[in-house]
């Protein structure tokens, strides 16, 4: 018993960053715009967050941080916002762009906080239980709300918004910028929480499996935490499982991967994206079909 | 009238340029890491730094988290900016270091960890494997539930000459004693070296020493109120009350050391074939401690004088038995070394014959592993 609640607490731990990074990779997806530029973004969050929560010292300035943190990551994302939406370039170039230039960005700015000890740790269970929670928000918003319906029609069908009034560069712009904003924090949870100290290259490819975990759960918020908490109980059984069973730890570490592939093959045989949105990674052009 | 001039102007700067290239020695570092690491790359880059201050007229230039697949384009490039000695930190660039050391017969190159050599390539390596052995008695000391956790990056001769000395080390104190080692495959991987940490402890592991480029076992372990072993830096800093002791290393003498050997003349690229440095504490190469000056954090003293171990028939404190061996490695003829047969590997298999010390080339292409090792070890010999 105390190890199956050991395992859900780890794979909750991992999961938290790849939950936040996902939900807001859904947001974004969800009003039409792809970033792959979640890894990138998430690097920006984690130097940010970290050098606020470290320079400002002592106590109390947590909240400071992933404010830091989640600036960071909008500000990004309104670049890949500016690059997409307005100047319509291709969504796909941008964001892996966005991803390099945010890698580089971070490894360069924070040469200085290299290798230093961040005494005062919050707790990690306030960011998973706060994820969760913005994960039925998002739902809740999706089905219930006339904002979500807004931000759906946008990303099905922008013409058909626009025609019913929605200003579809608005609400793409902001839902690009939130969604950057939620990878920064997913980024503040790594250098603050998870493993609390700056390293370039600290990221460690999380902000892709998000990414591949937003079709996995097929742009669902509530699946969202399940993939989550499913990709970190894998990750951590890797490790938990070597040495004690006949399967190498090579197969757990690469199941994440194989089943997202298998999910888009499924998804491919039934002749359909999953639940993608209609106009996923297509910029909107008034007047045009 | 203009256009001489500055044809000129850029003939005189060429020619100083060429001038000061001849004159001066350039030395260039490859690294597998970011130098923030905390570990391995952030130790090679302090000597780079250090050995640009001890050696008047050296210039020095690096590039970091080189993958291995990218080394002969990376060397390229620095010769093509005129580096005359390039240093290749990490066991996998040994290949490529050999096929650029045949491409640029008039550099001189260094290959960190490895045992292949050319004309123009040397090997240097500042070992731990004593050390560990230091740290593996104070683990077998102050674990109680007789498991000691070992994360691990791959499954090379270095890693288990280390992991096998910590597990003598540790059964020379408890004979019961296992060292539980979770591979990671990775240098530089915080993430994994979380979750292959957290999976050691749920397994009742309650002391933590590990090979991986980062502080993220010492803060995992501290979080959950286990002491650890630093690696490579004084980890110190993370974890004041739960860090115990480590490896330290200061690469800057031997850098220091071929560098001033490559400026006087006496190594050329003509007489490398059998230069390896294999630096030990003797030379200042490596340190027991939790960082530099100290050998042993104050607060596990007490816990480490009470135990003890039977050493030739007679019982001593543990730290008694730290300290007289690591002043014996430091001194200029060190009679101990835990290589010393008779011993067999974890199959049984004898491995070195009573009263043989296994050889430098030996301890460089060890595949087996000591016994109180328990975990899948790849390439292991039957």
Redesign the interface.
């Known amino acids: 018993m105390e190890e199956v609640l050991n395992a859900l607490a780890r794979a909750l731990s991992f999961g938290t960053p790849l939950l936040i990074a996902c939900l807001g990779a859904i947001l974004n997806e969800r009003a039409g715009v792809v970033n792959l530029g979640v890894e990138g973004m998430m690097a920006l969050g984690a130097l940010a967050g970290f050098a606020v929560a470290y320079g400002s010292g002592g106590d109390g300035n947590l909240w400071l941080a992933v404010l830091a943190a989640m600036l960071a990551g909008a500000l990004a994302a309104l670049l890949h916002g500016f690059v997409t939406i307005t100047l319509q370039a291709n969504q796909f170039v941008s964001g892996l762009a966005l991803t390099m230039v945010g890698l580089g960005t971070a490894g360069l700015l924070g040469k200085r906080f290299e290798g230093l000890p961040l005494f005062n740790q919050p707790p990690e269970w306030p960011f998973t239980l706060g994820a969760i929670g913005l994960a039925l928000l998002l739902a809740l918003v999706f089905q219930a709300t006339h904002l979500g319906l807004s931000l759906r029609s946008v990303g099905e069908n922008p013409a058909a918004a626009d025609l019913l009034g929605i200003h579809v560069l608005a609400v793409r712009y902001a839902a690009v910028a939130a969604g950057g904003a939620l990878a920064g924090l997913a980024g503040a949870y790594l250098s603050l929480v998870y493993r609390p100290s700056w390293t370039d290259g600290m990221t460690a490819g999380l902000g892709w499996i998000a990414v591949a975990l937003v079709i996995f759960v097929g742009w669902s918020p509530i699946r969202a935490v399940f993939g989550a908490v499913f990709f970190g109980l894998l990750y951590y059984l890797q490790f938990r499982l070597q040495g004690q069973v006949a399967i190498p730890s090579e197969v757990f570490a690469s199941l994440p991967y194989l089943l997202v592939i298998l999910v888009l093959a499924l998804s491919g045989l039934r002749g359909q994206q999953g639940n993608a949105p209609e106009a996923l990674g297509k910029p909107y052009r008034r007047g045009e079909r | 009238m203009k256009k001489t001039w500055w044809i000129g102007i850029l003939a005189a700067l060429a020619f100083s340029f060429g001038m000061a290239q001849q004159a001066n020695l350039k030395a260039c570092f490859i690294y597998v ?6 570990g391995w790359t ?1 130790a090679h880059d302090e000597a780079r730094r250090a050995a640009e201050k001890a050696i008047p007229g050296l210039t020095t230039q690096y590039v970091e ?1 080189v993958k291995p697949a990218d080394t002969l384009a990376t060397v390229d490039r620095l010769v093509a900016g005129g580096c005359n000695v390039i240093f290749t930190t990490s066991f996998d660039f040994m290949d490529p270091t050999l096929e650029a050391a045949k491409k640029y017969p008039e550099v001189i190159f260094a290959h960190a960890s490895g045992f292949k050599r050319a004309p123009n390539m040397l090997t240097y390596m500042a070992d731990f494997y004593q050390i560990y052995y230091l740290n593996g008695l104070m683990a077998g000391a102050l674990t109680k539930s007789g498991k000691v956790g070992y994360v691990a990056a791959f499954p090379i001769p270095e890693l288990k000459r280390h992991i096998s000395a910590f597990a003598l080390g540790v059964r020379a104190v408890n004979p019961r004693a296992t060292v ?6 990775a240098w ?5 070296a ?3 940490a ?3 402890m ?2 009742g592991n309650d002391i933590l020493a590990f090979t991986e480029d ?3 076992v010492v ?2 372990a501290a ?1 959950r109120k286990v002491p650890s072993f630093s690696h490579y830096n004084s980890m110190y ?2 974890a004041p009350d739960y860090v115990v002791s480590g490896q330290l290393v200061d690469w800057s003498v031997i850098y220091i050391d071929i560098l001033k050997k490559v400026q006087n003349g006496t190594y050329t690229p003509k007489n490398l074939q059998n230069v390896d440095y294999w630096w030990l504490a003797r030379e200042k190469a490596v340190m027991l401690g939790a960082q530099v000056g100290m050998p042993i954090n104050p607060k596990f003293e007490p816990a480490l004088k009470q135990a003890t171990m039977v050493v030739n028939g007679k019982r001593v404190s543990v730290y008694d038995r730290v300290m007289e061996l690591y002043k014996d490695i430091q001194s200029p003829n060190p009679k101990w070394d835990p290589f010393t047969g008779p011993i067999r590997d974890r199959n049984g298999v004898l491995r070195v014959p009573a009263g043989r010390k296994m050889t430098v080339k030996e301890l460089n292409e060890m595949q087996w592993v000591a016994p109180g090792v ?3 070890v790849p390439d292991e010999p039957k």
């Open positions: 890491g970011p130098i923030g690491d905390v952030f988290s539980n080692v979770k591979w990671i495959n530089f991987d915080p993430v994994k979380r979750e292959a957290e999976a050691l749920a397994e980062t502080a993220t803060q995992t979080r800093k993370y328990v975990g899948p």
